[in-house]
């Protein structure tokens, strides 16, 4: 039997390995720095990179009667943070916002909200409210 040519898969190069850890830290940090800011305003923490079959939220408050699913985004700028949320992520987000009011139980509407976080290189958070519009 003849085979063809067998490829091998290169290994993530030791660079590439690197800028993934910085990536994961870098956002660690800025959800870290969005969940102080909520729980400055009085929020409560009900989870973080909560996981459902429709995708991952980043960190999910409740903020007086509302639900609140954040999407934190981290760049150099703010603009640079807004420019990389895409609007395929923005209905992956909105589907698991569904999902885990679901798998909560909750019966009948739930107010809720989808906020945006951009974080620049300097730690600052830019909040974008409601920035999914109304669900």
Same mark, same amino acid.
């Not at 909040?127 to 109304?134: H, K, R, S, V, Y």
């Given at each position: 039997?003849?085979?063809? $040519?067998?490829?091998?898969?290169?290994? $993530?190069?030791?660079?590439?390995? %690197?800028? &993934?850890?910085? *990536?994961?830290?870098? &956002? *660690?940090?800025?959800?870290?720095? #969005? /969940?102080?800011?909520? =729980?400055?305003?009085?929020?409560?923490?009900?989870?973080?990179?909560?996981?459902? %079959?429709?995708?991952?939220?980043?960190?999910?408050?409740?903020?007086?009667?509302?639900?609140?699913? #954040?999407? #934190?985004?981290?760049?150099? /700028?703010?603009?640079?943070?807004? %420019?990389? =949320?895409?609007?395929?992520?923005?209905?992956?987000?909105?589907?698991?916002?569904?999902?885990?009011?679901?798998?909560?139980?909750? @019966?009948?509407? #739930?107010?809720?909200?989808?906020?945006?976080? =951009?974080?620049?290189? %300097?730690?600052?958070?830019?909040?974008? $409210?409601?920035?999914?519009? @109304?669900?």
């Amino acid at each position: 039997m003849v085979q063809g $040519p067998i490829t091998a898969t290169a290994a $993530p190069s030791a660079a590439r390995r %690197q800028r &993934g850890r910085t *990536a994961n830290l870098t &956002g *660690a940090m800025a959800e870290e720095g #969005v /969940t102080r800011f909520y =729980l400055g305003r009085g929020a409560t923490l009900l989870a973080r990179r909560w996981r459902g %079959q429709a995708g991952e939220i980043d960190i999910i408050f409740r903020e007086g009667p509302d639900v609140v699913f #954040v999407e #934190v985004k981290a760049s150099a /700028t703010h603009a640079g943070a807004a %420019q990389s =949320l895409q609007t395929r992520q923005m209905r992956r987000i909105a589907e698991a916002a569904c999902e885990f009011c679901q798998r909560q139980g909750w @019966e009948g509407p #739930v107010p809720m909200r989808i906020d945006v976080a =951009l974080v620049d290189g %300097q730690g600052r958070v830019e909040l974008i $409210p409601n920035a999914f519009g @109304e669900m």
